[in-house]
């Protein structure tokens, strides 16, 4: 069973992540992803495996979706704690014309809640 600071500590991070998916700040990048994160994801058929190193790069090298001034959504739609200090968290997100769902793996390292895994799935594409 969790507390309530571990309960909000661990939603202040999932605040922190879909922030970064919206404006892409890099600077947070770390205070996010774990540097031996990896996300996974099914794409055009195939499976795509990006280490935390190359997203950063993604993300950085991408307009946001805060700078096209894209509509912003999202949800969270699961939170189940494994112990206090790991955590499966199920969001919805918009980035810019995709609407994601992803399954976020979050461990307390060094009294930080990071994403230690992503997986994720494209459930709606909007045209552009």
């Known amino acids: ?28 990048f770390d205070s996010v992803f774990a540097p031996s994160a990896h996300l996974h994801g099914l794409r055009d058929g195939g499976l795509r495996i990006l280490p935390a190193a190359e997203y950063r790069k993604l993300l950085a090298s991408n307009p946001s979706p805060k700078a096209k001034n894209a509509p912003r959504q999202q949800e969270i739609l699961l939170v189940d704690f494994a112990s206090p200090d790991q ?15 992803d399954y976020l793996s979050f461990h307390l390292v060094n009294g930080c809640w990071l994403v230690t895994a992503k997986s994720f799935h494209a459930e709606k594409r909007f045209e552009t």
């Not at 069973?1 to 890099?26: C, G, P, Q």
């Not at 955590?87 to 769902?101: F, H, N």
Request: hydrophobic content about 55%.
């Open 87 to 101: 955590a499966l968290v199920k969001v919805r997100v918009r980035i810019d014309t995709i609407i994601y769902v």
């Open 1 to 28: 069973m969790t507390n309530a600071a571990t309960h909000a500590a661990l939603l202040a991070a999932v605040d922190r992540y879909l922030e970064l998916m919206y404006d892409s700040d890099i600077g947070r």
